[in-house]
């Protein structure tokens, strides 16, 4: 039998690629729900507390995201990368069609928003494997020096797969409101077969990975994973909490762009649009920094960042100033965020051994994500009246940051460490951990 042959490229092209496709049916929802599903399976509700379900029915996804990586992350590490890859593009896919072909509550009461919440609940259970294998495939086929950099491509994708999404919405949210609750919130999500066709093809030629063929696979990688490593689970999990970043700025922000402060909902849909365009060229940018200079650095200064950036962007929504709105906007998703963003795919990943690289990577991201998915319903729970009412919400994302910003900091730096040695000296606690040289 030959060797396995690394293939950096060919990795990071089918993880950007079957990112992009398996986002794009992640984010749509997200985007339906902050404009239309309080209308459409909650309208006997007072508009606050219809808007308060749907975000809750964003956050259910979060909540299945855990669970997912459980049993995803024992799959990847005893069977291999490729087939969790496959699975989850196909069940995300198939979700995600089907909430397109929902009955409304008009139609059948209660059973409408009850369907809705299980196929979210598979939407979630998918997504909880999908970037933790995308990453691992692309470290463990990436040469040494530039891990952060191909990693990246996953994180990449994710930000075309939000494109996506918004593009997809621009012109359904144009439509006139009986024609969009009726019939055209529905188009986005009936398009995700394409997406799923697409990206099948793309990844069941995606090749194993050299480490994880030549690593003799754990009968049990979650044990191995709770007894040797998990002092970096819980790292992991506290680091990823700086993803409320991104769904306050895509669903709560814009939550409250349309319901509070009366803004017109298709410019403020470009300004996330333009954000990721940019983010398109700053995350490789971000990584190979990441690459030269180390993982900590990039991640605690973008964390914070985001934090503070978040203020200014509330406050020029709640002001209605477009020209504020947009040049905050870009700046903070776009440009700051995008450090951290695409940097935790690399560090994350660095922090395990191959024979439970994926399972490490998933159950800490997954967590650290539903407190993340919730953000938007605790916001919409806290937040005051009026057009000032972002603030409480602005605040509890800065503590969010902080907490992140700190478990970085408390992690060893692994930027220039071999592939090979990666996750080799985590038997000991956080405080035992070195700091970098």
């Known amino acids: 039998m030959s060797e396995p042959i690394a293939q950096p490229r060919k990795a990071a092209l089918a993880a950007w690629i079957g990112s992009a496709l398996e986002y794009y049916d992640f984010f749509i929802y997200g985007t339906a729900a902050a404009l239309v599903f309080n209308k459409v399976f909650f309208p006997d509700s007072d508009p606050a507390t219809g808007t308060l379900l749907a975000l809750a029915t964003f956050g259910v996804g979060y909540a299945a995201r855990p669970i997912g990586a459980f049993i995803l992350g024992h799959v990847g590490d005893k069977f291999g990368r490729k087939r969790v890859l496959v699975f989850t593009l196909m069940l995300m896919g198939v979700s995600t069609f089907l909430v397109g072909c929902l009955p409304t509550y008009a139609q059948v009461g209660v059973l409408a928003p009850t369907l809705l919440v299980v196929l979210r609940l598979?939407?979630?259970?998918?997504?909880a494997g999908e970037q933790a294998s995308a990453n691992s495939m692309t470290l463990e086929h990436a040469p040494e020096g530039r891990r952060g950099f191909f990693t990246s491509f996953t994180l990449n994708g994710t930000q075309m797969g939000q494109i996506l999404a918004t593009a997809a919405f621009l012109p359904v949210a144009a439509l006139?409101?009986?024609?969009?609750?009726?019939?055209?919130?529905?188009?986005p999500f009936l398009?995700?077969?394409?997406?799923?066709?697409?990206?099948?093809?793309?990844?069941?030629?995606?090749?194993?990975?050299p480490a994880f063929v030549q690593e003799d696979s754990a009968k049990m990688?979650?044990?191995i994973l709770f007894r040797d490593h998990w002092a970096s689970v819980l790292r992991v999990i506290l680091v990823a909490t700086v993803a409320s970043v991104s769904t306050i700025f895509g669903v709560y922000a814009l939550s409250f762009g349309t319901d509070t402060a009366g803004l017109e909902r298709s410019t403020l849909l470009w300004v996330g649009v333009l954000a990721n365009v940019v983010a398109l060229g700053a995350i490789p940018l971000w990584a190979s920094l990441a690459d030269r200079i180390g993982r900590k650095p990039v991640m605690i200064g973008g964390t914070l960042g985001s934090a503070a950036l978040m203020f200014a962007y509330l406050s020029a929504i709640g002001h209605g100033n477009w020209v504020l709105i947009f040049a905050v906007g870009i700046l903070l998703s776009g440009v700051v965020y995008s450090a951290p963003n695409s940097t935790w795919p690399a560090f994350y990943g660095e922090m395990f051994t191959t024979r439970v690289r994926l399972s490490g990577m998933a159950i800490g991201t997954q967590i650290g994500?539903?407190?993340?998915?919730?953000?938007?319903?605790?916001?919409?729970a806290v937040a005051g009246d009026g057009r000032d009412g972002w603030v409480p919400v602005a605040v509890m994302l800065a503590v969010l940051c902080v907490i992140s910003a700190v478990a970085t900091a408390t992690a060893r730096e692994t930027a220039h460490v071999p592939t090979a040695d990666l996750g080799r000296n985590e038997r000991r606690s956080p405080t035992q951990i070195p700091a970098p040289a």
Do not use: N
Request: hydrophobic fraction near 55%; charged fraction near 15%.
């Open 122 to 127: 598979a939407q979630g259970f998918s997504a």
């Open 176 to 187: 006139p409101e009986s024609a969009l609750l009726s019939w055209g919130w529905r188009i």
């Open 191 to 209: 398009l995700s077969v394409f997406v799923m066709l697409v990206g099948y093809l793309i990844r069941r030629r995606m090749e194993e990975t």
């Open 221 to 223: 990688p979650l044990a």
């Open 369 to 380: 994500f539903a407190i993340g998915g919730f953000a938007p319903t605790i916001g919409a």
